[in-house]
């Protein structure tokens, strides 16, 4: 059974910066494709990062140079970085992971941290 934990949320002051982790437990996590998200309220949840199998990555257009993806298959971990945050920021982030089994797709989600950003 896989199982997501995050950690590494908490409150943050403008233009800093923070380290989320997000820790797999399972087995084929070196071949999984691995993401943050996050949901603010009222608002829909939206790609934050995404690091695939092969370490390609991807982010958001509200995180853009701002955010960095890494994974540790040895460590089964999958670490955000942001810099330059932004009240806007405040949001649970979320631990995502993907894998598939032929066609089908399997979507595994971390409990979520909160990060709030003060101004």
């Known amino acids: 059974q896989v199982q997501l934990v995050e950690s590494g949320g908490g409150l943050v002051q403008a233009g800093g910066s923070l380290r989320l982790s997000c820790v797999v437990s399972?087995?084929?996590?070196?071949?999984?494709?691995m993401g943050w998200y996050r949901q603010a309220p009222g608002k829909q949840r939206e790609l934050v990062a995404f690091i695939g199998s092969s370490t390609s990555v991807n982010y958001g257009d509200s995180v853009e140079g701002r955010a960095t993806i890494t994974r540790d298959n040895a460590k089964n971990t999958v670490t955000l970085q942001m810099t330059g945050l932004k009240p806007e920021d405040t949001a649970v982030y979320y631990c995502n992971l993907v894998t598939f089994e032929g066609l089908s797709r399997y979507d595994y989600w971390g409990q979520g941290t909160q990060v709030t950003v003060s101004s």
């Open positions: 399972g087995n084929g996590f070196s071949i999984s494709h």
